[in-house]
């Protein structure tokens, strides 16, 4: 595990941090390191917390551009089949 050190947090900022602390019974070092894992998709643990990511970025350029042109009839409404 490494250490990070964060300088110059505002005093709102770490007012909030403070007060989310407090208020989930945690310590803000805990707090932060969940709300950095949550915000790039991780657990903490460092496991993807969705059940997709591991199909992100498989497709070659030539794939999702045959995708892409699949999918062009999809970009219109028609309108008979939505009746007022």
Excluded at 9 to 38: F, G, P
Excluded at 74 to 81: F, G, L, V
């Amino acid at each position: 595990m490494s250490s990070l050190t964060i300088h110059s947090i505002d005093v709102v900022l770490d007012d909030r941090l403070t007060e989310e602390a407090r208020k989930n019974k945690k310590s803000k070092n805990q707090l932060i390191k969940e709300i950095l894992a949550r915000s790039l998709g991780m657990t903490e643990g460092g496991l993807y917390s969705d059940d997709y990511r591991e199909f992100c970025g498989v497709w070659t350029t030539a794939e999702h551009q045959a995708f892409e042109a699949s999918q062009t009839g999809n970009a219109s409404i028609d309108t008979e089949d939505w009746p007022s």
